[in-house]
């Protein structure tokens, strides 16, 4: 192995130094707009008597818009007076466009074409450091003010200000690697490059491995970096674990790639459409309000308002042995009874008719009304100002305090991830006292497709990246409704559990956990159903879009605030 195969770099162009045509930069774009123009002129129309240090900088000014428009006449001579000048110090003169960052890694460049390897590492370790500094400042500027407009217009600007706002951070990338009038391609992955072969020069092979794996983190196909760690590997003492990426970079990457696909979602899936916004007359004067629902929605107090001061705790109430079956539990104490009449009280305003899927208005049985709330629903909502925001944040809670249990009682060492969040109500719509045959919920596997033959296949339509499920119940003032586990798709209970306020079933989603839902005869079930994956890519964009906007809303109350309190405290200094 020899050292050009640790070697390889991209190709970076410095600003030539020749005689005669010196401090001009290849690869210029002509702009007229920067201010350096008229600072460099001004500075020029004053003459010798300038002190030094207005010369530099005059001098750096007309360098920095030479770097922009190399054919400006009057600058090339502005430029050639300052630099003829007694007291101007030519190697100080700088492009004052230059961050930092960009700085220390073209010295880093210089370093590395002189080879001197410790310094390589240090230029391009800083570099590092205050290029994670700038790309924050630059992401924060992204963080624009939500523009309030028409209710239409509005709906729009929410979809059109995350947009927005997550272009613009992902632009940060680009501006900051914008040096000398260009473009650098793998401006950031490029400083782990440099710093493996300066580690491999002398001799922190332990670094240089980190470096190859951080830079393999965001060019996993890299062929001479992927022969690099091979060499490396062959080395005595390297083993697999030193090749561990540092940790800004991976979160700096996967920050990146789940804003990536967050933008790709937003652009492809979310339908921003006015319409679903308006109640109907039906939903506006709905008469099957809970009472502990109207009176909140009264801005009464609850009944229970002490309730919420008990700490909840979690206990568990049946397992496989009580539930007949592997892979299945119940367990109480998911929301106190407050929080189940804010989330009934949500999904009385906010749930829509329809199983959330594909719009089918009855999925399950025609005698039941079938309703939810999506998670990107109950944030637009909060955000359009038609329900509150923390009612909208206690329904994130309450499914990942649900989550966190799953994954807990399952003993499950890969994060288990929410795939889709669905606050559902199931509301009778006959006489109770017809007699019904069929179940709100029939018997099925949520990731895979039963048969007729009692088999379940694993394959599309199903949702086979499912891997567990969980509902928390939200109200027991309903007939029927009982969740079931059941033998077989004829429904051969082998286990029954009541709905109340709080409680949660927790399940493996594959065939060993076949359930439903026995017909609800009289009343509304209201229910937060969760499902989980443990693959990535099925996470819920949605929820982590819900998750933005939600804080965005509780970062501009939180402004508000402050703004309060300065006006009070200047109010106090008037009197
Ligand atoms: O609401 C319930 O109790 C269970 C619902 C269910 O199994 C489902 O939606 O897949
Ligand atoms: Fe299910």
Excluded at 178 to 200: C, D, I, R, T, V
């Amino acid at each position: 192995m020899s050292n050009d195969q640790v070697h390889s770099f991209p190709r970076l162009q410095f600003p030539v130094q020749e005689e005669g045509s010196s401090w001009i930069p290849y690869n210029i774009l002509a702009n007229t707009s920067t201010g350096y123009n008229t600072i460099a002129h001004q500075e020029s129309g004053g003459g010798v008597r300038e002190q030094v240090g207005n010369i530099q900088q005059a001098a750096s000014s007309a360098y920095t818009f030479l770097s922009w428009n190399p054919n400006s006449e009057v600058m090339q001579y502005n430029f050639k007076y300052y630099s003829n000048l007694e007291n101007i110090e030519i190697d100080k003169v700088k492009n004052l466009e230059t961050r930092t960052f960009q700085e220390l890694y073209l010295m880093g460049n210089e370093a590395y074409n002189s080879k001197k390897y410790h310094e390589v590492m240090h230029y391009f370790e800083t570099a590092l450091e205050e290029y994670f500094v700038a790309e924050e400042e630059c992401r924060l500027l992204c963080e624009g003010p939500f523009d309030r407009n028409s209710l239409q217009d509005f709906i729009v600007a929410i979809a059109n200000h995350f947009a927005f706002s997550l272009k613009c951070k992902q632009n940060c990338a680009e501006k900051l690697s914008f040096m000398y009038g260009e473009q650098y391609k793998n401006y950031l992955p490029s400083h782990y490059h440099y710093l493996q072969f300066a580690y491999f020069k002398v001799g922190e092979i332990k670094q240089a491995c980190r470096a190859v794996a951080t830079y393999l983190l965001f060019h996993g196909d890299d062929n001479t970096m992927k022969r690099n760690r091979q060499f490396y590997l062959s080395l005595e003492g390297v083993t697999e674990e030193d090749f561990t990426p540092v940790e800004e970079a991976v979160v700096y990457f996967n920050r990146d790639k789940a804003e990536k696909e967050l933008l790709n979602y937003i652009k492809e899936y979310y339908k921003f459409d006015p319409e679903e916004f308006e109640f109907t007359e039906e939903e506006k004067s709905e008469s099957t309000i809970p009472s502990a629902v109207e009176a909140l929605r009264n801005g009464q107090k609850s009944k229970n308002t002490m309730e919420k001061l008990e700490e909840n705790k979690i206990t568990l109430v049946m397992g496989e042995k009580e539930l007949n079956g592997s892979r299945r539990f119940v367990a109480d104490g998911f929301a106190t009874a407050e929080e189940c009449n804010h989330l009934l009280y949500l999904a009385q305003v906010a749930a829509v008719n329809g199983d959330g899927y594909n719009g089918k208005k009855s999925p399950h049985t025609q005698h039941e009304r079938f309703e939810g709330l999506t998670m990107g629903r109950a944030a637009i909502l909060a955000k359009l100002g038609l329900v509150d925001v923390d009612k909208a944040k206690l329904l994130l809670e309450v499914s990942e305090k649900g989550r966190d249990y799953v994954q807990k009682y399952f003993k499950l060492k890969d994060d288990l991830l929410f795939t889709y969040t669905h606050l559902v109500c199931r509301t009778a719509l006959r006489d109770p006292n017809i007699e019904r045959f069929d179940l709100s919920h029939p018997v099925h596997a949520d990731n895979c497709l039963l048969q007729t033959d009692g088999s379940c296949l694993k394959e599309k339509p199903a949702f086979t990246y499912r891997d567990y499920s969980a509902v928390i119940y939200l109200n027991d003032d309903f007939q029927g409704g009982d969740f079931i586990f059941a033998k077989d798709k004829n429904s051969i209970q082998v286990a029954v559990v009541k709905p109340k306020c709080g409680r949660l079933v927790g399940f493996s989603a594959g065939f060993e956990n076949l359930h439903g839902v026995q017909a609800i005869t009289s009343g509304r079930r209201c229910a937060l159903a969760m499902w989980y994956t443990l693959d990535h890519s099925y996470r819920e964009k949605e929820r982590e879009l819900a998750q933005e906007i939600i804080q965005d809303i509780l970062n501009e109350s939180l402004n508000d605030q402050t703004e309060t309190d300065v006006s009070n405290f200047e109010n106090i200094k008037l009197k």
